[in-house]
Antibody, heavy 113, light 108 residues
Framework: QVQLVQSGAEVKRPGASAKISCKTS????????MNWVRQAPGQGFEWMGW????????TYAQGFTGRFMFSLDTSASTAYLQIMNLKPEDTAIYYC??????WGQGSLVTVSS | DIQMTQSPSTLSASVGDRVTITCRAS??????LAWYQQKPGKAPKLLIY???NVEGGVPSRFSGSGSGTEFTLTISSLQPDDIATYYC??????????FGQGTKVEIK
């Protein structure tokens, strides 16, 4: 049974960093790309990009370059999203997504002074 | 990027009604389209993949159709448990993923 379990909610000050984990189980981690999707409060979904689990090569969508970083720990079957220099507009739920079918439960990041 | 235009944005219907939601892609996506149901505070739940394939465990009242640029999600008989927001999602090969704006379904 495929599971994607994300880390818990975080409250951060502007300028700080956040790192979200997505621990997977039930499938071969290196078989499928891991995507990241953002949902701002009351809004729809924005695709942030994906990371190749074999090479570790990330691809960032427009609007998610510079402050956003995808990474992996293949030994732990875990993907990470780091957001640096947080801004209030980064307040959102962040989801890891495998193969359109499987979504993590979401990690809420709140950026507020 | 491929734009997804979803309509209507809100839909109010009675229990037992047939409900249809439409998604249009700005260019052909073949059949690379999924439909999700999202309830408040929850992650999206996959209903339909590859335009017309019903995900396991999804009630048979949900169906999807279409190809190319025009797609439809149909609920054959609306139930109270179907109150949610529905999103289409294109995942065409070698294209950035994009999503429709969502359709909020309410009971009249």
């Amino acid at each position: 049974q495929v599971q994607l379990v994300q880390s818990g909610a975080e409250v951060k000050r502007p300028g700080a960093s956040a790192k979200i984990s997505c621990k997977t189980s039930g499938y071969i981690f290196t078989n499928y790309a891991m995507n990241w999707v953002r949902q701002a409060p009351g809004q729809g979904f924005e695709w942030m990009g994906w990371i190749n689990p074999n090479t570790g090569t990330p691809t960032y969508a427009q609007g998610f370059t510079g402050r956003f970083m995808f990474s992996l720990d293949t030994s732990a079957s875990t993907a990470y999203l780091q957001i640096m220099n947080l801004k209030p507009e980064d307040t959102a739920i962040y989801y890891c997504v495998y193969s359109t079918q499987y979504w993590g439960q979401g990690s809420l990041v709140t950026v507020s002074s | 990027d491929i734009q997804m235009t979803q309509s209507p944005s809100t839909l109010s219907a009675s229990v037992g009604d047939r409900v249809t939601i439409t998604c249009r892609a700005s260019q052909s996506i073949d059949m690379w389209l999924a439909w999700y149901q999202q309830k408040p505070g929850k992650a999206p739940k996959l209903l339909i993949y590859k335009a017309s394939n019903v995900e396991g465990g999804v009630p048979s009242r949900f169906s999807g159709s279409g190809s190319g640029t025009e797609f439809t999600l149909t609920i054959s008989s609306l139930q109270p448990d179907d109150i949610a927001t529905y999103y289409c999602h294109q995942y065409n090969v070698d294209s950035p993923w994009t999503f429709g704006q969502g359709t909020k379904v309410e009971i009249k």
